[in-house]
């Protein structure tokens, strides 16, 4: 059974740094995408970035793109999302997910994972 559980999100104040973290569990993941995605009170949840499990190949969402990049450690199992100069509108639930059928990378639409994680909650203050 996969898991995925996301933990690093906390209060950051406008400009700073912060990294997240998506420990995934239950099966080797060996050509499958990984993504990021974020929801904000009262919006859809919407695409952050997605990287390649195997080769690492990344996308970003361009509001993101420049300030945040995805990465993967096999060994640990774990993919990350290292995210700078954060701003107020970057405040949301962050969530890890997971697509074991992978056909294209830069498909942002959420309904194309099968597996989520319970989210975190990154809060960016002024």
């Known amino acids: 059974q996969v898991q995925l559980v996301e933990s690093g999100g906390r209060l950051v104040q406008a400009g700073g740094s912060l990294r997240l973290s998506c420990a995934a569990s239950?099966?080797?993941?060996?050509?499958?995408?990984m993504g990021w995605f974020r929801q904000a009170p009262g919006k859809e949840r919407e695409f952050v970035a997605a990287?390649?499990?195997?080769?690492?190949?990344?996308y970003y969402a361009d509001s993101v793109k420049g300030r945040f990049t995805a990465s993967r450690d096999k060994a640990k199992n774990t993919v990350y999302l290292q995210m700078n100069s954060l701003q107020l509108e970057d405040t949301a639930v962050y969530y890890c997910?997971?697509?074991?059928?992978?056909?294209?990378?830069?498909?942002?639409?959420?309904?194309?994972?099968?597996?989520w994680g319970q989210g975190t909650q990154v809060t960016v203050s002024s």
């Open positions: 990287i390649t499990w195997t080769a690492g190949m990344t």
């Open positions: 239950g099966r080797t993941f060996n050509n499958w995408r």
């Open positions: 997910a997971a697509d074991p059928t992978f056909s294209q990378l830069r498909d942002t639409n959420p309904r194309t994972y099968d597996y």
